[in-house]
């Protein structure tokens, strides 16, 4: 029986060799953003935010540290009270002392992350990096169809595979879709990449009313931030449950942390 204590360090290890550190976007805080490298660990909890009410549940299920997606601090931090939700979850995440780690552009920029996870749920074939940078990762995934599908028969296709009862698309093309590009998140910046793919359709979220305006023979769909991206927290959580079998690894099963709603 493996009775070896770990540490924070032996869970970010695991999660880097995955999606390495160094690959993130300038702009992003991946990483460990609360705690101690040498803090044990007994119990991990996963989401995709990490919000007031996922500390609490970490709290209440005896979890010592918390992974997500998306990182708790963006920036610079001028302030920390339980007036603002990043605040709050701060300080609760300290005081309990839960350390807590985000794996967020490094997931989306390997090819077994996010965008990857999208293609594979579409079925896509002969799927390829997007956006691919000099080391072989890289933003967004574009692949083949096993077989030419119409627009209409596109869209009920994606709202079937993600789950949804609805997405917003732009005008319906009137050509058979056969190459899809997608990215997971907000990915309105790969749009003019998607189109240079020779893809029909490309998937994302967060895309403004202007970018809907497209060329007679593509067009953009936005399948939700979060529903995009759902699918790393259980990736994240198979890449730990395999690597540390003997300590209780769990998926948050009370918090939807979307914020956008639909009525």
Known sequence: ????TYKVKDVTAVIEDFAPLGIQESWDNSGLCIGSPESPVHSVLLGLDCTPELVDEAVASGADMIVT???LIFSGLKRITPDDPVGLTVIKAVSAGISVYAAHTT??????GVSGAMA???GLQNMEILDKEEDGVGLGMVGDLPSPVSAAEAVELVKEKFGLKAVRTSRLINRPVSRVAMCGGAGSSLIG???ESGAQLYLCGD???HHFFTSK????????????????????FS????????FAVRITENIYSNPVFYF
């Open 107 to 112: 997931a989306d920029k390997v090819m077994a």
């Open 239 to 246: 890449l730990l449950k395999k690597n540390f079998p003997t």
């Open 193 to 195: 990449k998607a189109m």
């Open 1 to 4: 029986m493996d009775t070896r």
């Open 120 to 122: 594979r749920r579409l």
């Open 69 to 71: 997606h998306h990182p």
């Open 217 to 236: 023979d593509f067009m953009i769909m936005d399948i939700g931030h979060y529903e995009s991206e759902i699918e790393i927290v259980a990736i994240l």
């Open 207 to 209: 895309v403004s009313y």
